[in-house]
């Protein structure tokens, strides 16, 4: 099993939706979190961070889950300017050397 | 401009041809760390390092080597490239430990290993 898991998509969502997905992460012991969004053949940017209680951020809400392991991006309202890859960070814990473990990332893609 | 940057931005090469790819920052960044991305795989980490003079192995450091000998640059370098090592490279840098703090990422080399 992969230490951080996300569905790859791509989703296709029409312009103006609300699309959500998910991402898992195997180490219990991890503590920082994060959603990166990553254009195609450009560099990772920080979208967000993820915090205990949720957090919203505009259109876009992150929450945490940790008794299931997991994070989750919500988009509403979707532009197509948010077509993207979106990548999940997990702070690896101790086994890792808290360095950071990234997931493979779900492509979305909003159509007009 | 605050910003990170990543020379060359594409290079094909052939096999055990030595190559160094360079990174700088002009953030004044202590961490600086080297990724390497591949279909399907997420980012994984080649190198690390906490500061000048400091660096550690990531999870993929086989075939790689780094030095930190000032705060702003932190080269990769394949002593002896393979076709495995075909890959996109990502440069990072952040202001503190990298699990707290935002990574700023160099644009990327794309690097062919013929």
């Known amino acids: 099993r992969k230490e951080v898991e996300q569905d790859p998509g791509p989703f296709n969502v029409p312009e103006g939706a609300t699309v959500a997905f998910n991402c898992t992460y195997s180490?219990?012991?991890?503590?920082?979190f994060f959603w990166y969004r990553q254009d195609c053949r450009k560099e990772p940017k920080l979208l967000m961070s993820?915090?205990?209680?949720?957090n919203e951020d505009g259109r876009f809400t992150a929450q945490l889950n940790r008794a299931s392991q997991y994070i989750s991006l919500l988009i509403r309202d979707s532009k197509l300017s948010d077509s993207a890859t979106y990548l999940c960070?997990?702070?690896?814990?101790?086994?890792?050397?808290?360095?950071?473990?990234w997931g493979a990332g779900t492509k979305l893609i909003i159509k007009p | 401009e605050a910003q990170v940057t990543q020379n060359p931005r594409y290079l094909i090469t052939v096999t055990g041809k030595k190559l160094t790819v360079t990174c700088s920052q002009n953030?004044?960044?202590?961490?600086m760390s080297w990724y390497r991305q591949d279909p399907g795989l997420g980012l994984r980490q080649i190198y690390y390092?906490?500061?000048?003079?400091?660096?550690d192995k990531g999870d993929v450091p086989e075939g790689y080597k780094v030095s930190r000998k000032e705060k702003r640059n932190f080269p990769l370098i394949l002593e002896s490239p393979s076709p495995n090592q075909t890959s996109l490279y990502f440069c990072?840098?952040?202001?503190?430990?990298?699990?707290?703090?935002?990574?700023?990422f160099g644009p990327g080399t794309r690097l062919t290993v013929l």
């Open positions: 990072a840098s952040s202001s503190g430990l990298a699990v707290s703090n935002e990574q700023f």
């Open positions: 993820v915090y205990s209680s949720g």
């Open positions: 390092s906490m500061n000048v003079e400091v660096t």
């Open positions: 960070v997990v702070n690896g814990g101790r086994s890792s050397n808290y360095q950071l473990i």
């Open positions: 180490n219990s012991a991890s503590q920082s």
């Open positions: 953030m004044n960044h202590e961490y």
